[in-house]
């Protein structure tokens, strides 16, 4: 393989690894918004419910739940009072622009990969013309001899 094919494919490489990385942190996010919705129906209803609730990195305290209305992050800072099953349509939302950002994601990969095999071709194909070339370039042996033949 050639120093320019072997940089691109390391190239590549990286952008296919950059992109699964990507693939890992959105699968996550959505396992962990499945999560959110079991966590959701187990709460729904129900009032002195004894939880867990996180009061910051790792940090966890038992707490009882007075009512099931939700205070919602809907993003830069701005919190908002949600019922359950509006949180669960929220998430759902999210969960749709993940799957979507995943695909999306997906068909990078494919087209990487097109491209390495478009490049593996074209490298195989210029090999083949390369060699070709240098086969007419070199008399055959049975040419070679016409011209001692013709002198006698």
């Not at 009061?55 to 800072?77: H, M, N, P, Y």
């Not at 997906?106 to 086969?135: F, N, R, V, W, Y």
């Not at 007419?136 to 040419?143: A, D, L, Y």
Request: aromatic residues 2%.
């Amino acid at each position: 393989m050639d120093e320019e094919l072997n940089k691109k494919f390391m190239v590549y490489e990286r952008e296919i690894r950059q992109i699964q990385e990507q693939l890992q942190a959105i699968e996550q996010a959505i396992l962990d918004m499945n999560q959110i919705n079991i966590g959701l129906d187990e709460i729904k209803g129900k009032k002195d419910l004894e939880i867990l609730s996180p009061i910051g990195r790792g940090i966890f305290v038992k707490a009882k739940t007075v009512s099931d209305e939700l205070t919602v992050d809907v993003g830069e800072g701005n919190f908002v009072k949600k019922t359950i099953p509006e949180t669960k349509e929220i998430i759902s939302e999210q969960a749709k622009k993940l799957e979507e950002m995943k695909k999306e994601l997906e068909k990078g990969i494919e087209k990487i990969d097109k491209d390495m095999t478009k490049a593996l071709q074209e490298t195989q194909g210029q090999s083949k013309a390369e060699e070709k070339s240098h086969e007419h370039n070199h008399k055959h042996p049975h040419e070679h001899n016409h011209e001692h033949e013709h002198k006698h």
